[in-house]
Every structure is written in C-alpha cells, then in structure tokens.
C-alpha cells in the first residue's frame, strides 16, 4: 500500500499524533474517515444533542442515546467522507488542501474504499436498529442526501445547503428517538440546524475558494464571495430566532432565554472575526462551532429546569 502523501502545502489533514501511532495498514482508512479531525462528528451529532436536551423523556434516555448517537456519529461521517472522497478523487488531486486525501493519493484503492463503506454502513446499520422505528426510517432516508452531496458541488452554488440536510439530520432523528415521533418543535430545530450549518460550511468552503474556482467546483463561498459577511450574519440570525421557536413550542421555562445569549454571542463573534482570504482563521472559526452546538444543548437543558 503507498505511503499517505505528505503535502508541502496548505492541509487540514493531521497525519501525526496518535494516527501515527496506528498500525501502518490502518492509517489511510483512519485519515479516509477523517478521525484525525473529530470535528466533522461533533457537527454531526450536535444536532441530535439539542433534540435529547429539548425532548428526552429521562436522563437516563438522554444518556442512552447521546451514547449510540455520538458512536453513530463517527461511523457515518467516515462513511460520508469515503462517498465523498470517491466522488472528488481526481479533483481532490488539484486542491491543495485535500491532495494528500488517502484515495486522492494512492494510498487507499477505489476498491478497498468500496469494502471499508459496506463495513462501516453494516455497524452503523447495527447501532441504528437499536432506535425506535420513526428513527430507523429517518436514518435510513438521510443516505439519499449523503450520496447526493458530492454531485451537489458540479451543479449548484449551493451544495452548502445539501450539506445543512444531511448534518442536520440528526435533529429529527434524535427527536423522534426520543418521542418517538416528530412535532413542530422537531421540525423548528432540524431548521434551525440547516440554517446553523449553511453559515458555518460557507465559512469552511473559503478554504478551498480558489482552487474550487479553477477545477469547477461550486460553492456559496464562491456564490457570496466579499458579500459572505451580510450572508453569514442572516444564516446565523434564522438559527437564533428558529432556536427560539423550538424552544417556545417545546413549552421551555423562561431561564431559555438568557441561556441562549452564550450561542447568539458566539455566532457573532464569528461574523465579526471572518477574513475569508485567510484560510487558517477560516478553519478556525468553522470549527469553533462545536463550542456554539454545546452551548445550544446547554440552553435547552437549562429551559428545562
């Protein structure tokens, strides 16, 4: 098996610490499921945090499934990746952020990549049955916007808004396995997530703006461009106000309300900090969402009090 690709250039990709450590054959599968940046499985599953804050009928419930969401999670964001990186491997060779990706270098075959899918669908598959049967049905339909997302990038400027679908899927999901159903409180949150995820991978996608530009991949990055800011600020004003309204529809006590100012001041601190011509601010910011996610879940605990 060749060697992972290492890359002079701008990456993302941390090849060192404990993937280092990995036996030598598991280390391209590892860096293919982007287990070296967990970031991507907390934006994932923080959606499906809110849903048990907001609904779960029990601490223990809650705990419950926080544990099988957060394991889910990780598996079907590295699937995700894998459909993603098979779908991208020969653009992904002309970007220099992601040149040194396991398939885009050679390290891990089409083929291989194709096995380790069905391996990691077949556990995810495992963990979902687990969940009420509302829940399974949804899980099982979020493949379609999965498989969709790498074919969004070649036809609109907004695959941004694909993506928001799939990473925000975790709201209904988490909702209707708590409930066992879903409500307008469900259908206020997993909005309120596209909307959160929309701002937040506009920011991520400026990484890339370049490079995209010359390959023919689309993005609202590249949509929005200079205007990003005023873009930004009304993605993450439509979260604040839909996060209201779940809260409001949930029936949550007063304490909501100023709970929700950490969230909101996060936010704006990111519209106020963005420089989209810099590449390592702008990862940054993308990633200081994981903080913005746990701060909403917070919220919605505390309303419950």
């Given at each position: 098996m060749p060697l992972i690709r290492r890359v002079s250039g701008y990456t993302d990709i941390r090849a060192g610490g404990w993937v280092a450590r990995l036996p030598?054959?598991?280390r391209p599968y590892a860096l293919l499921m982007r287990l070296d940046r967990p970031i991507g499985s907390w934006l994932l599953v923080l959606p499906g945090f809110w849903a048990f804050a907001l609904a779960a009928p029990s601490w223990g419930r809650g705990l419950w499934l926080t544990f099988l969401f957060g394991l889910g999670a990780v598996l079907m964001r590295g699937a995700g990746c894998v459909v993603n990186d098979l779908w991208d491997r020969d653009i992904d060779r002309q970007v220099e952020r992601t040149a040194g990706r396991p398939l885009?270098?050679?390290?891990?075959?089409?083929?291989q990549a194709l096995a380790f899918l069905l391996a990691l669908l077949a556990v995810s598959f495992v963990i979902l049955v687990q969940l009420p049967w509302a829940a399974i049905l949804l899980g099982v339909l979020s493949l379609v916007p999965?498989?969709?997302?790498?074919l969004a990038k070649r036809v609109t400027d907004w695959p941004q808004a694909v993506l928001g679908l799939v990473f925000s899927w975790?709201?209904?999901?988490?909702?209707?396995?708590?409930?066992g159903g879903?409500?307008?409180?469900?259908?206020?949150?997993?909005?309120?997530g596209f909307f959160w995820i929309l701002g937040y991978d506009t920011i991520y996608a400026h990484q890339d703006r370049e490079d995209d530009a010359l390959v023919g991949i689309r993005s609202t990055a590249l949509r929005f461009g200079d205007r990003t800011r005023p873009f930004l600020a009304a993605c993450y004003a439509v979260t604040l106000a839909l996060l209201a309204?779940?809260?409001?529809?949930?029936?949550?006590?007063?304490?909501?309300?100023?709970?929700l100012l950490l969230p909101a001041a996060l936010l704006?601190?990111?519209?106020?900090?963005?420089?989209?011509?810099?590449p390592a601010l702008c990862l940054r910011l993308f990633?200081?969402?994981?903080?913005?996610?746990?701060?909403?879940a917070a919220a919605f605990l505390i309303g419950r009090l």
């Open positions: 030598e054959g598991w885009a270098s050679g390290a891990v075959t089409p083929r999965i498989a969709l997302y790498p975790a709201a209904p999901t988490g909702y209707a396995a708590a409930t879903l409500d307008a409180a469900a259908i206020a949150l997993w909005a309120a309204l779940a809260g409001a529809l949930a029936g949550l006590s007063w304490w909501f309300a100023p709970a704006a601190r990111q519209v106020v900090k963005l420089d989209i011509r810099d990633k200081a969402n994981r903080d913005v996610g746990l701060a909403i």
